[in-house]
């Protein structure tokens, strides 16, 4: 079976210019997350999709970040402008069924930004 | 605000020695789950615990649910290099429409030196 699939795994980008990434998640699964890894932190919640309508999205800094599940499937997230704390690592996730009790959460490699 | 303080945060130790890691919190989750993330990939579900009281094994390392569920511990017995990793707890929060999210904690980054 395949994994949850990020694109791209590293980025450098300047201040202020745009970015975006792509997350493709395993087959049939109907929930998709969106995290952000400072580096010493754990990961943190940004947006989480039910196929393709956004579940939380509490914790998405709304002015800068923008994230879309089109058809249920694959999802992208951008950011404009960044800005030198969105340095990070982008983790996409995705379970079969909404977080619940034993359900499981699988992580794809990551996207590794850099905001210079 | 659900926080998750793991410690130690940072371990170096040498093959074939035990250590436990420490998750707590202040908070009741539902369940609790476990993770390794080793550089440049995301992080992989271990365990998941639901029951307070609760203690699992998978191999060498042993994963106990406090009884309050508000806290955790994982023990690894004879550690290996391939241990070498950041071990993440993550707690299920009660959510919407009956869904849960997880609280992660920063992580205790281990390395076991042959």
């Known amino acids: 079976e395949a994994g949850v699939a990020q694109s791209p795994r590293y980025k450098i980008i300047e201040k202020r210019q745009s970015v975006a990434f792509w997350c493709n998640p395993i087959s049939g699964h109907a929930t998709l997350y969106w995290y952000q890894q400072i580096l010493g932190q754990g990961p943190k919640l940004l947006i989480q999709?039910?196929?393709?309508?956004?579940?939380?999205d509490s914790q998405l800094p709304k002015d800068r970040f923008s994230a879309e599940r089109l058809k249920g499937v694959d999802s992208t997230l951008k950011i404009q402008p960044a800005k030198l704390e969105d340095s990070a690592v982008y983790l996409c996730a995705s379970s079969l069924n909404p977080l619940r009790g034993s359900e499981t959460q699988y992580f794809g490699p990551g996207t590794r930004l850099l905001v210079l | 605000t659900q926080l998750l303080e793991q410690s130690p945060q940072f371990l170096s130790i040498q093959e074939g020695e035990n250590l436990t890691v420490y998750c707590n919190s202040s908070?009741?989750?539902?369940?609790l789950q476990w993770y390794r993330q080793e550089p440049g990939e995301g992080p992989v579900l271990l365990v998941t615990v639901v029951t307070g009281g609760e203690v699992k094994k998978l191999k060498r390392l042993t994963f106990q649910f406090g009884d309050a569920r508000k806290d955790s511990s994982l023990h690894i017995t004879a550690a290996q290099p391939g241990d070498t990793g950041l071990y993440l707890c993550?707690?299920?929060?009660?959510?919407?429409?009956?869904?849960?999210?997880?609280?992660f904690g920063k992580g205790m980054k281990l390395t076991v030196n042959p």
């Open positions: 999709f039910q196929n393709n309508g956004v579940v939380d």
């Open positions: 908070s009741v989750f539902s369940s």
């Open positions: 993550a707690g299920a929060a009660e959510f919407q429409g009956g869904s849960e999210k997880l609280v």
